[in-house]
């Protein structure tokens, strides 16, 4: 009998992917696992379109594992993933990865392991020194940056440094480290044209506002989540931070968040397009094929690959 593929479902956001792979995931008596950065948080449900209530009854993976405020990364993700994977199939059933952060996608794709890298306090001290511009700096010298997670924070540029460091030192780790793609994978991509994408994220925005998104976050900063932590996450939580902290007016919350989103969609689509450049193969369905033609032909593929 033949292994039984990873299905990704991916696409932008307000694509739609979410109810998808719900379809997908009955279809095929699968489960899902999250590949969205900010839904593993816990009490960030409206501004992270968690949207739990689609689920109905399917189980979920990687959503709500983390406190708000902390900083989730791409070395957790990868040891969970692994975890969430291992847990479903063990249960004979398969993996429906769903979500458009396309680190967190492709990582899985190209097989990723991160080892654990134990803190070098020493280099710390001397990198605390410096300035995100120069951490930036040596980090380039050190590896290619395909993003900018590794750089938006002088702590996560001086753990990236770290990580280099311990490679050149470890070379096993970093053969441990190094990708091996997986060719499991049956991916799918949710298109949708950048006029109803647009259409669709303003309407969504207008519907978490009148759902209580703002009042999300003034919980959370009551419960103690620092503002700053909140503005990291970026997006919702950055703009409406700045609103309910009064260093922005409502109107410039409001479309300065709208504009930030329809930029972010277009990072998100730009990325898919590298992934399809870097020799991932991406099965582009529209978003408004009707469900069960939807699972139909994600099915085929996944009939596909088990006769391959």
Not at 83 to 106: F, K, M
Request: proline residues 5%; charged residues 30%.
């Amino acid at each position: 009998m033949p292994a039984l593929p990873l299905v990704v479902i991916t696409g932008p956001t307000a694509s739609g992917k979410t109810r998808r792979a719900v379809d997908v995931a009955r279809a095929l008596d699968a489960e899902i696992i999250s590949a969205d950065s900010r839904q593993v948080y816990t009490g960030m449900d409206l501004g992270t379109g968690k949207d739990l209530d689609e689920y109905g009854g399917v189980p979920y993976h990687l959503i709500d594992i983390a406190p708000a405020g902390y900083k989730y990364n791409l070395y957790e993700f990868l040891r969970d993933f692994d975890c969430a994977e291992n847990r479903v199939r063990s249960a004979g059933r398969i993996p429906v990865l769903c979500g458009g952060t396309g680190l967190y996608v492709e990582s899985v794709l190209q097989g990723i392991h991160l080892p654990q890298v134990p803190a070098d306090y020493a280099l710390r001290s001397v990198l605390e020194e410096k300035t995100l511009e120069e951490l930036t700096e040596i980090l380039a010298s050190m590896k290619r940056l395909h993003n900018s997670t590794d750089v938006d924070s002088p702590k996560r540029a001086i753990r990236a440094i770290e990580i280099e460091c311990y490679y050149r030192d470890h070379p096993e780790a970093a053969r441990a480290a190094a990708p091996s793609p997986r060719t499991d994978a049956v991916v799918v991509g949710v298109d949708i044209p950048r006029d109803e994408r647009r259409r669709r994220i303003s309407e969504r925005l207008r519907t978490r506002f009148s759902q209580g998104m703002t009042a999300e976050v003034e919980r959370l900063i009551a419960e103690g989540v620092s503002p700053d932590d909140l503005i990291y996450y970026g997006l919702e939580y950055k703009y409406i931070t700045l609103f309910v902290t009064g260093r922005i007016s409502r109107s410039e919350m409001e479309r300065g968040l709208e504009t930030a989103i329809h930029q972010f969609a277009k990072r998100q689509m730009t990325w898919f397009r590298g992934m399809e450049r870097r020799g991932h193969s991406i099965n582009w369905l529209p978003y408004d094929l009707p469900a069960e033609r939807f699972v139909e032909e994600v099915t085929a593929l996944v009939n596909a690959y088990a006769q391959h």
